[in-house]
């Protein structure tokens, strides 16, 4: 299979642009913005703190290759979330900088029951029926089974920390258990806040004992208004929350690059269960002449798009799994369009125009200022051919 026109496979990066692999003179490089403080996943595993505006964030988050991370803007409204300073304590101590956190740092705490209900405590200012995701980076001591908890709703899920399994839960959705590394994992569910209570109060139990003397390991409590957890926030202080500022990625590509009459867009990407749409577009900046991936809102669906003189060409919708990796690829040419999903055929059109006109790929809306994608990008090409069928499927199997 000869070379893409485009293609993105995250590896290269400065302030402010995304490196395309081809084509190798720049052109189709992405410009790339963030403001301010974001994290990261290393490649030792480890989580790294970016500080510069305009750092792209290749993460590595169980994996061997980087992905290009895209996310909203968030605020964590646990603060400190690098120590147990200003947080409550009953059946039990706490210590601070006992043991290695996720991010290399001598920050981790220890909690330990001295008998009966061992339990770390705070409030925090969140709003009324809002939907949040809550989480917390913990490692067993002696003890297996902790409990995360949202206090004014009930909202909870018990991990077994030896093995990072669920014991239980009640009253919480998109649940995650996700490995760290060296003993750490993060725990995280959404929960909506009370109609009448305008705080949340951010809880961690040891479960079903009493005895004293049983430990654990935390770090890192995140509470975030959305339907999924994102990248770890840092706060410091015990006097404010923190915000990240959201990723954008556009502008990949120009008219000389994309002046195909036929081709193939094919995208290696994890979706995140995002509360809005959001989407991946192939434009010329308008919503006339523009192919379109796009991610819905209830999470479960993937749609392709594809209009040619402000008419819609083509418009057909499948479902995928999200939070995990698919593969798209969308072939056209006049009267000739296919539609590719983790390796299979899902859908033919043989009716219609191409798009023509198009100058810019972006993981956003059509002019890259809107429904922004939210996940990881592992791949992205652009070719001036239709795949044949056999090759269309080998590159979108899993």
Same mark, same amino acid.
């Given at each position: ?15 402010? !642009? ?9 052109? +189709?490089? /992405?410009?790339?913005?963030?403001? +301010? ?13 970016? *500080? ?12 061997? %290759? ?24 009953? +059946? ?11 991010? =290399? ?11 009966? $209900? %061992? #339990? ?16 917390? /980076? ?12 949202? +206090? &004014? ?19 919480? $959705? ?8 060296? =003993?750490?994992?993060? #725990? ?41 957890? !994102?990248?770890?926030?840092?706060? $410091?202080? *015990? ?9 954008? %990625? ?16 094919? #995208?290696?990407?994890?979706? /995140? ?12 900046? $308008? ?7 796009? &991610? ?15 008419? =819609? ?18 072939? &056209? ?18 009716? =219609? ?19 922004? &994608? ?25």
């Amino acid at each position: 299979m000869e070379n893409p026109k485009l293609a993105l496979i995250p590896s290269g990066y400065k302030s402010g !642009t995304v490196y395309s692999i081809l084509p190798t003179d720049g052109v +189709g490089d /992405f410009d790339y913005e963030r403001n +301010g403080y974001a994290s990261r996943v290393r490649k030792d595993g480890l989580i790294e703190e970016l *500080t510069v505006d305009d750092t792209p964030r290749l993460d590595w988050l169980n994996s061997d %290759c980087p992905s290009l991370l895209l996310e909203p803007q968030r605020t964590n409204v646990v603060y400190p979330n690098t120590s147990l300073s200003g947080y409550s304590i009953g +059946g039990g101590f706490k210590s601070d900088n006992v043991t290695i956190s996720p991010d =290399g740092e001598n920050n981790g705490s220890l909690v330990q029951s001295t008998g009966g $209900t %061992c #339990v770390i405590y705070r409030s925090f200012g969140t709003s009324t029926n809002t939907t949040y995701n809550i989480s917390v /980076f913990l490692k067993k001591g002696n003890y297996n089974n902790i409990r995360l908890q949202e +206090g &004014f709703t009930s909202s909870r899920m018990v991990v077994n920390l030896s093995n990072g399994t669920e014991v239980s839960s009640n009253n919480a $959705t998109n649940k995650k258990i996700q490995d760290y590394g060296n =003993g750490w994992y993060r #725990v995280s569910f959404n929960y909506t806040s009370s109609s009448s209570v305008s705080s949340a109060q951010y809880s961690v139990y040891i479960e079903g004992s009493t005895a004293s003397g049983n430990t654990f390991y935390t770090f890192g409590g995140q509470i975030e208004q959305g339907s999924y957890p !994102t990248s770890y926030i840092k706060t $410091t202080t *015990t006097s404010g929350s923190v915000t990240r500022q959201k990723d954008i %990625c556009i502008n990949g590509g120009d008219a000389d690059l994309f002046n195909i009459t036929e081709g193939t867009f094919f #995208v290696d990407v994890t979706p /995140f269960k995002a509360s809005t749409f959001h989407r991946i577009t192939l434009s010329n900046n $308008t919503s006339n002449e523009e192919i379109i991936i796009l &991610f819905y809102s209830n999470n479960t669906q993937v749609g392709i798009i594809s209009e040619s003189g402000g008419s =819609g060409q083509v418009s057909y919708t499948t479902n995928i799994t999200f939070d995990t990796k698919n593969k798209l690829a969308f072939t &056209f040419k006049n009267n000739e369009f296919k539609f590719y999903v983790n390796g299979s055929l899902r859908h033919t059109d043989t009716s =219609g125009n191409i798009a023509t006109g198009l100058n810019s790929l972006h993981f956003a809306g059509n002019n890259g200022g809107f429904n922004y &994608f939210q996940g990881k990008v592992h791949d992205t090409r652009v070719y001036d051919r239709v795949l044949t069928e056999s090759e269309a499927i080998e590159l979108t199997t899993i």
